[in-house]
């Protein structure tokens, strides 16, 4: 499954950097500056002028940037993992596969909580009313788990989270072992 999607990726990819240079976002032949070394399970979103790339590596790292090219390193999402994260998965070393969303009045990130070839996991939200370090009402939020998974009990692993939207209805796509993808509705107030 990894390497069928690393392998997807890849084709994509010269199709994504095509696509932004039609566009006129980025340059196909430039080279990207700035932050921009282990950058793992990203994504992205546009807010107040800047693109904001969030990553893996050990925690949620923040990167931003105006054209897509140059990037600047802006912090983490949490210092350290949440205690009830701990407590949840005993043994979890790092939060991954971030997926961001703005719907509520809020931004969404959508995390994994889990130990590698388990399902013991959790899908965490935290939440920010922007996404700009320098504002005021910069903080992010966490919420807790949102769906978790126990060995023994779940046929599904809670981990690699992704919103979609039908209409204003968002849902959560997550998993990959043990049963595949599923699919669940989103309190729209509270995410």
Known sequence: M????????????PLCLWLLAAM???????????DIRRVHDPCIVKAGGWYYVFSTLG???????KDLMRWEYVGEVFEEIPAWAKKAVPGVRALWAPDI???????????????FGKNRSCIGLATNRTLDPADDRYEWVDRGPVITSRPGKD????????V???GEQP???????????????????TG
């Open 2 to 13: 990894i390497r069928r999607v690393a392998r997807r990726a890849k084709l994509l990819l």
């Open 24 to 34: 006129g976002l980025a340059t196909p032949n430039a080279a990207q500056e700035g």
């Open 59 to 65: 925690g949620i790292q923040i990167r931003r940037s």
């Open 101 to 115: 969303s703005f719907f509520n009045g809020q931004y969404h990130l959508y995390y994994s909580v889990s130990t």
């Open 155 to 162: 046929d599904f692993n809670a981990i690699d989270p992704s």
């Open 164 to 166: 979609a939207f039908d």
């Open 171 to 189: 849902w959560l796509a997550f998993g990959s072992f043990w049963s595949g993808i599923k699919l669940v509705r989103l309190d729209p107030e």
